[in-house]
C-alpha cells in the first residue's frame, strides 16, 4: 500500500473512494429496495465503483513508468481523477433523488447533469488517449510487456468509444416530438428487461454494454497476459524468448480487437450475449482459429534478431 500511495496520487485516492462507494453501494442494495429501471437503484453505483477503483490504479501504475512527457502525464491522470469524481456525484445523487443518471432528459435539472456526465466522459476520454500516447513512447527491457502496455490503453479506448453509441437515439425515441430519455444501453428491445445477473446486460436484446466492458478492461487483461506469460517463462521454455511473448502479446491484442468489435456487431443487431446466432458463432469461431494458428507460429517460429521497440 504504501508504493501504491507514491503512485499518481490523485488517482490512488480516487480509487480509494470508489473502494469505499462500492462498500456503500453494497449497504444500499442490501438495505434500501428501490428498483430503477428494471435492476436495483443502487446496481449502478457499484458497478462504476468497482470498475473506476481498477481503472484508476491501473492508470496511477502505469504512469509511473513514464519517463518523458511525466508532467503532462500527471495533469492527464488527474483530469480523469476529478472527471470521474464528477461523474460518480452525479450518479449517486441522481440514486438518492431516484431519478436515472444516464440518458435522462425529463426535467432542466436531470437533462443537466446528463450534459454533465456527458463532459465529463469525453475528458475522461482525451485524457486516457493522452496518456496512451505518453506510454507509445516507453521502451522497456521486456518487449513483450512494453507492448503489452502501449497496446492495453488503445484497446481501453475502443471501448469506451462504445459509449458513444449508447447516447444515439433509439427508433421510439425518434418517433417522439419530446422524448424524456434519449438514448440506450439495449437494442432492440426496451431498457429495463430481463437481464442477466450483476451486470444487468440484457438476455432478450442486444446491449452494448458487452463491448463496451470488454473494450475498457483491456487496460488490464493484457499487461496481466504479459506478466503471465513471464512467469510461465520459468517452466516452457518457448516462452524464455522475448520475442515469443511479443507474438504472443500481439495475436492476444489483435483478437482481443476483434471481439470488442464482434460483440459491437452483436449488441448492433439486436442479440443478446448469451443467444448467439450462426454468424455470431462463425465470426467467434473464426477469432478463436486465428488465436490458435497465430499462437501456435508464434511459439514454433525461430525468435529472430530483436528489432527495436
Given at each position: 500500500m504504501t508504493t501504491a500511495i507514491r503512485w499518481h496520487r490523485p488517482l490512488v485516492y480516487f480509487a480509494g473512494a470508489m473502494a469505499v462507494l462500492s462498500v456503500v453501494a453494497i449497504g444500499g442494495l442490501m438495505v434500501d429496495d428501490r428498483v430503477l429501471v428494471g435492476a436495483p437503484i443502487w446496481l449502478k453505483p457499484f458497478k462504476f465503483a468497482v470498475s473506476f477503483t481498477v481503472y484508476a490504479l491501473t492508470l496511477a501504475w502505469m504512469l509511473t513508468l513514464l519517463r518523458r512527457g511525466r508532467r503532462l502525464g500527471?495533469?492527464?491522470?488527474?483530469?480523469?481523477?476529478?472527471?470521474?469524481?464528477i461523474e460518480m456525484v452525479v450518479i449517486v445523487g441522481q440514486v438518492v433523488r431516484g431519478r436515472r443518471s444516464h440518458f435522462n432528459l425529463a426535467t432542466p435539472l436531470d437533462s443537466a447533469?446528463?450534459?454533465?456526465?456527458?463532459?465529463t466522459i469525453m475528458f475522461l476520454w482525451l485524457a486516457t488517449a493522452v496518456i496512451a500516447v505518453l506510454l507509445m513512447r516507453r521502451t522497456l527491457a521486456d518487449r513483450s510487456t512494453t507492448w503489452a502496455i502501449r497496446l492495453a490503453p488503445v484497446l481501453a479506448l475502443i471501448g469506451m468509444a462504445e459509449g458513444y453509441l449508447m447516447t444515439l437515439p433509439t427508433r421510439a425515441q425518434l418517433a417522439m416530438d419530446d422524448p424524456s430519455v434519449?438514448?440506450?444501453?439495449?437494442?432492440?428491445?426496451?431498457e429495463g428487461g430481463p437481464g442477466m445477473p450483476i451486470t444487468g446486460w440484457s438476455t432478450t436484446g442486444g446491449d452494448l454494454r458487452v463491448a463496451h466492458f470488454v473494450g475498457m478492461h483491456a487496460l488490464q487483461a493484457l499487461p496481466l497476459l504479459a506478466l503471465l506469460l513471464t512467469v510461465l517463462a520459468r517452466r516452457f521454455a518457448p516462452l524464455r524468448e522475448d520475442t515469443v511473448r511479443l507474438r504472443l502479446v500481439v495475436v492476444a491484442?489483435?483478437?482481443?480487437?476483434a471481439t470488442i468489435l464482434l460483440l459491437t456487431w452483436q449488441?448492433?443487431?439486436?442479440?443478446?450475449?448469451l443467444s448467439p446466432d450462426s454468424l455470431t458463432l462463425t465470426a467467434a469461431g473464426l477469432i478463436a482459429a486465428g488465436v490458435l494458428i497465430g499462437g501456435g507460429l508464434a511459439v514454433r517460429q525461430p525468435a529472430r534478431e530483436p528489432v527495436s521497440a
Open positions: 500527471w495533469w492527464a491522470g488527474t483530469v480523469i481523477a476529478v472527471a470521474g469524481t447533469l446528463w450534459s454533465t456526465m456527458g463532459a434519449v438514448g440506450s444501453h439495449s437494442v432492440g428491445v426496451p491484442a489483435v483478437a482481443y480487437a449488441a448492433l443487431r439486436g442479440q443478446p450475449l
